[in-house]
């Protein structure tokens, strides 16, 4: 069984930094693509960013400045730094995983990061 657990999440002053990250556990034989998103209460979840095996990356608008996304392959964890977080960035974050074989979709139960004015 594939587990994704989250880490980093807390309040954060507007300006500040946070870094998320995520944990891979369980049988998978390979991973393609890694990375996280996002959800308000009332909305679609939406991408904030994603890495393939290859270091690909793909940011959400909103964020492309100011996120960087890692990965450690060896290790199957991703990492979200965002740095000059802002009052939208509030919401609850996912870490997602896509299997390179099945191309199922796994994700993470969510962690908390809520910005303060």
């Known amino acids: 069984q594939v587990q994704l657990v989250e880490s980093g999440g807390g309040l954060v002053p507007a300006g500040g930094s946070l870094t998320l990250s995520c944990a891979v556990s369980g049988r998978l034989s390979s991973i393609d693509a890694l990375g996280w998103y996002r959800q308000v209460p009332g909305k679609q979840r939406e991408l904030v960013a994603v890495v393939t095996h290859s270091g690909s990356t793909n940011y959400a608008d909103s964020v492309q400045a100011r996120f960087t996304i890692s990965r450690d392959n060896a290790k199957n964890t991703v990492a979200l730094q965002m740095n000059n977080l802002e009052v939208e960035d509030t919401a609850v974050y996912f870490c997602?995983?896509?299997?390179?074989?099945?191309?199922?979709?796994?994700w993470g139960q969510g962690t908390q990061v809520t910005v303060s004015s």
């Open positions: 997602y995983l896509r299997s390179w074989s099945t191309s199922h979709e796994y």
